[in-house]
C-alpha cells in the first residue's frame, strides 16, 4: 500500500492530538497521500503538510491518481458520505472512529500506530458490501446507498400509502410513517431501530422494514437481492422525501421508486483483529450486564 486518500468533514479541538499523529505516521511511513480538499482547509492551522500531501476533489481524480485506499476520519456517517469517491472503483476503505457508534468506522484511535504498521505490510483483508441501485420515473441518473434507502413523508403528519412489489408480485399497500430498503450493512442501522432483523454481510438478502406501520400485524420482510422492488407513493401533499444514506430528493407521488443490487461492491478494509459478532457485542453492548 503506498498511495492513500483521506477524508473527513468535521474537525473538533479534543481530535488534535491525534490528527497530528495520523498525519506525522503517514509522513514517516513516506505514504504519498491526497486529503479532500474542504477537510484540508480545516487542517491547515494544525498540521504541518509537507512534500507528501496533496488535494483531490472528486471520484475521477483518485483514479487518475491510482489511490489504492480512502481512510475515513470521524463517524459512520462520515465514512457512508466518503463512500461517494470510491463507487465503482476497487479502492478499499476503512474509517478511524472519532464518532459515537463507530459501526462501520470501526477502528479506534487507540490503534492508530499499528493499524499504519498493518497498512504498510499489506496485512489486511477485503470484505465486500453490496451496494443499493435506485432509479426513479423521470431521474437522468442512477443513485446509490450502502445502508439504506428509506421513504419518508415530507411536510404532513398523515400517513403515507406505499404500494410494493417484488419483480412483479405484488407485496402490500403499506399505511405507514414510512419505508426503508436496507442492504446486510445497514441492518443495524435505521432498520433495527425500527424492529428489523440483524442481516450478517454475505447473506444475499435486502430487507423491507416499515417505519411505524398502522397495521401492527405488518413485519419486516427479508428477500433475496437478485429481485428488484419497485414503489408507487401516496401522500396528502403529494410529495415525499427519498432519502439514500445521508443524502435526499423530493420526488412526486407520479414517480415510482425502482430498487436493485448494485452491479459492484463496497470494498471494506478489515485488519486482522476484525471479527463481526465482536463488533456486534461491543456496539450493541450485548451481555452488558451486572450479572456478567
Not at 36 to 49: N, R, T
Request: aromatic share 14%; charged share 20%; proline share 2%.
Amino acid at each position: 500500500m503506498e498511495r492513500i486518500a483521506i477524508y473527513g468533514e468535521v474537525l473538533k479541538e479534543k481530535h488534535y492530538d491525534f490528527i497530528r499523529d495520523f498525519f506525522d505516521l503517514l509522513e514517516n511511513h513516506s505514504f504519498t497521500y491526497y486529503v479532500y480538499d474542504k477537510y484540508k482547509d480545516q487542517l491547515s492551522d494544525i498540521v504541518k503538510f509537507n512534500g507528501n500531501s496533496n488535494v483531490f476533489h472528486s471520484a475521477d481524480e483518485l483514479i487518475k491518481k491510482n489511490v489504492e485506499c480512502l481512510i475515513s476520519i470521524g463517524g459512520d456517517g462520515t465514512m457512508l458520505n466518503s463512500f461517494q469517491f470510491i463507487l465503482k472503483t476497487d479502492i478499499y476503505v476503512f474509517g478511524f472512529n472519532t464518532g459515537r457508534l463507530g459501526f462501520l468506522s470501526n477502528v479506534s484511535t487507540e490503534k492508530l500506530e499499528w493499524a499504519f504498521e498493518e497498512l504498510a505490510s499489506n496485512n489486511f483483508s477485503s470484505k465486500n458490501r453490496t451496494v443499493l441501485e435506485i432509479d426513479y420515473t423521470g431521474s437522468n441518473s442512477l443513485l446509490y446507498a450502502v445502508n439504506e434507502l428509506t421513504i419518508h413523508k415530507q411536510d404532513t403528519s398523515s400517513m403515507l400509502t406505499i404500494h410494493a412489489k417484488i419483480d412483479e408480485d405484488y407485496i402490500n399497500s403499506y399505511w405507514a410513517d414510512g419505508l426503508i430498503v436496507t442492504t446486510p450493512t445497514g441492518s443495524t442501522a435505521y432498520s433495527l431501530s425500527c424492529g428489523g432483523p440483524i442481516l450478517m454481510p454475505g447473506s444475499d438478502n435486502f430487507m423491507i422494514t416499515p417505519i411505524s406501520p398502522h397495521n401492527l400485524t405488518v413485519r419486516p420482510i427479508v428477500y433475496n437481492n437478485n429481485k428488484a422492488v419497485s414503489f408507487r407513493v401516496e401522500s396528502r401533499s403529494d410529495k415525499f422525501l427519498l432519502s439514500m444514506d445521508s443524502s435526499f430528493i423530493t420526488l412526486s407521488t407520479d414517480q415510482e421508486v425502482f430498487v436493485k443490487k448494485a452491479s459492484f461492491s463496497i470494498r471494506l478494509l478489515k485488519f486482522s483483529d476484525y471479527n463481526y459478532f465482536n463488533t456486534l457485542r461491543s456496539k450493541l453492548m450485548w451481555g452488558a450486564d451486572k450479572r456478567n
